[in-house]
């Protein structure tokens, strides 16, 4: 029964009839970023992710684009893991979220002594602030210098010989097959939105018919080398491209990068298809905000409204935006 309203004339307020319950949990739910570059962002960016609930997130210090000479040295991001480490208490400080960290050896950018880095990365492992090894990852080619398939191959299993020493997962940088654009911009100016110079790419080091996909492989067989279990392994940047090989051929959990869509192209249908299919046990969701991306610290709060109209059910969004991240790399314990 809808009540009789005082107005003029009828209005659709009197013919409202079985409105749906509305999802008033999800407005407090605390999230978790399991992967993003927040400390290269702004101060209101952080911000933002404080006012939007985030509980807790894992700031990831290891790519070449913060790195201004190429080829890389050791030297050049043990940098970047020192800024990370010197910032990161002020972070929560100033936001009230947990912020931890992720350190690795990007491979998009060739390091001209990878093996000095991978010995100082034990003791850096070793900390309580570190809670994963990564982004890392075969990459099919690189920016300005190629770098071997053998070459990246061993610092990739040297990372996850080191997560396992140490129990840390391993986030990989699974490479994307992007979105199909309606047309290609001028030569010379790159992809808007993305703060990478044009035209420095480098001859494939792994080609074929899927490279995206046969780098995910790789990364998978360096694991089993490396006597780090599947479980051990977040793959982030899961697409449509490997998200069937990640679920039906391994135990890895996987993690929808949905920041940068426009770039991607997975957004929060694609993981409420992915829920639908083959549950949230193994799902997470991830913004992988960062300076030189066009990027949205709000994209997460916004997937968990997403997910929901899609018809994803509370408790699947609790596991994949909250339980799941937590439990893989221990966060939000206090
Ligand atoms: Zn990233």
């Not at 396992?164 to 199909?180: E, K, Q, S």
């Not at 793959?235 to 990068?257: K, P, Q, V, W």
Request: charged content about 25%; hydrophobic content about 35%.
């Amino acid at each position: 029964m809808t009540p009789d309203y005082p107005t003029a004339r009828p209005t659709d307020a009197s013919q409202l009839e079985d409105q749906p319950a509305l999802p008033t949990e999800l407005l407090n739910l605390p999230w978790i970023d399991p992967h993003n570059h927040a400390h290269t962002l702004s101060w209101e960016d952080r911000e933002r992710y404080a006012l939007s609930g985030c509980r807790s997130m894992v700031m990831v210090a290891s790519g070449y684009h913060w790195t201004p000479y190429k080829p890389a040295r050791a030297s050049d991001i043990r940098f970047l893991w020192d800024d990370a480490l010197n910032r990161r208490a002020a972070i929560e400080r100033n936001h009230f979220f947990e912020a931890k960290l992720g350190l690795g050896v990007h491979t998009g950018v060739r390091i001209e002594n990878p093996d000095e880095l991978l010995a100082a990365m034990d003791d850096y492992a070793a900390l309580d602030e570190v809670v994963a090894i990564g982004e890392t990852g075969m990459t099919p080619s690189q920016h300005v210098e190629a770098w071997a398939l053998d070459e990246q191959r061993g610092v990739v299993q040297a990372q996850m010989e080191l997560a396992r020493d140490h129990d840390l997962p391993v986030i990989l940088h699974t490479p994307n097959t992007g979105t199909a654009s309606k047309r290609h911009y001028r030569d010379g100016l790159g992809t808007p939105g993305y703060e990478k110079n044009p035209g420095m790419g480098t001859e494939p080091v792994l080609d074929g018919e899927n490279p995206e996909l046969e780098a995910v492989r790789l990364d998978i067989e360096a694991a089993h080398d490396a006597g780090l279990p599947e479980r051990r392994v977040v793959a982030s940047h899961a697409d449509g491209n490997n998200t069937a090989y990640l679920m039906d051929e391994t135990d890895c959990y996987l993690s929808y990068t949905i920041g940068h869509s426009w770039l991607v192209g997975v957004d929060a249908a694609d993981v409420a298809n992915a829920i639908d299919e083959y549950g949230p046990e193994r799902i997470m969701v991830d913004t992988d905000c960062a300076n030189v991306l066009r990027t949205d610290p709000y994209a997460l709060k916004r997937a968990i409204f997403e997910l929901y109209r899609y018809g994803i059910d509370p408790e699947a969004i609790r596991r994949v935006v909250y339980e799941n991240p937590r439990d893989v790399f221990g966060l939000a314990d206090a």
